[in-house]
């Protein structure tokens, strides 16, 4: 069994900064690719940001790239979202996810966080 808990969501004004982290407990992560999703009220959940445990590319959605950027900690087995220039359409709730494939579609997600809000006023 994975355990993944978010924090660092918030309310931020567009243009501002947040980071996320995602404390990752339980069986060894090292196979898994990680990833941040995000689901805002009435739409489809969106893959945000992946990266594999133990090595290789990183990947993003089209609406973040540039803005966002995934990180690893493996000393701290936390997983990071850096998000940079946000806008209002960045509002949701972010989910950290891990996958045994490096996948962008939420259903292929063997295990999720609570999730955390993320609120960018205009």
């Known amino acids: 069994q994975v355990r993944l808990v978010e924090s660092g969501g918030g309310l931020v004004q567009a243009g501002g900064s947040l980071r996320l982290s995602c404390a990752v407990s339980?069986?060894?992560?090292?196979?898994?690719?990680m990833a941040w999703f995000r689901q805002a009220p009435g739409k489809e959940r969106e893959f945000v940001a992946g990266i594999p445990w133990i090595r290789g590319n990183t990947r993003y959605g089209d609406s973040v790239k540039g803005r966002f950027t995934i990180s690893k900690d493996k000393d701290k087995s936390t997983v990071y979202l850096q998000m940079d220039s946000l806008k209002p359409e960045d509002t949701a709730v972010y989910y950290c996810a891990a996958s045994f494939h490096v996948v962008v579609h939420p259903e292929r997600y063997t295990y999720w966080g609570q999730g955390t809000q993320v609120t960018v006023s205009s």
């Open positions: 339980g069986r060894t992560v090292s196979s898994y690719f």
